[in-house]
């Protein structure tokens, strides 16, 4: 009867990580450069998708990142440090998201979107102070 149980068991786990999509902060970044030369960039994202974006930035110089969408979507935009650390969020309902945030240092950023209902083309944007 155990080796039943197990035998079960072993099989559940097995369709979980086959049927089941990898946690959201999976996402594998590209690397896009300079945060300053980013011309911005259009995404194609299927329900409950996610796209992350790797850019540089110099400190003391202010970003703002943002989203466009759809009416009918509801985007999420999430900043990381080099750290990891979050550094910035737009989780609001609705296809726009704007992040404005200022390096202490110079480092590499990354920008996590995630598209929370429907399919989706999301335009993402950033604009460095001068």
């Excluded at 035998?7 to 970044?29: E, I, N, Q």
């Excluded at 979507?73 to 737009?90: C, I, P, R, S, W």
């Excluded at 200022?102 to 990354?110: E, L, N, S």
């Amino acid at each position: 009867m155990r080796s039943m149980t197990r035998l079960v068991t072993a099989a559940t786990a097995a369709v979980f990580l086959v049927l089941c999509p990898a946690r959201g902060d999976d996402a594998k970044p590209t690397d896009e450069g300079k945060g300053a030369e980013f011309k911005g960039k259009k995404f194609e994202m299927k329900d409950k998708g996610q796209v992350a974006v790797v850019l540089s930035f110099e400190a003391g110089k202010e970003f703002e990142a943002t989203t466009d969408g759809p009416k009918e979507t509801d985007v999420h935009l999430f900043v990381y440090d080099e750290a990891g650390k979050e550094v910035g969020k737009d989780d609001s309902t609705g296809p726009k998201c704007s992040v404005k945030f200022t390096p202490t240092k110079d480092g590499k950023y990354k920008f996590l979107i995630k598209n929370a209902k429907g399919d989706n083309t999301v335009e993402f944007q950033v604009k460095v102070a001068k």
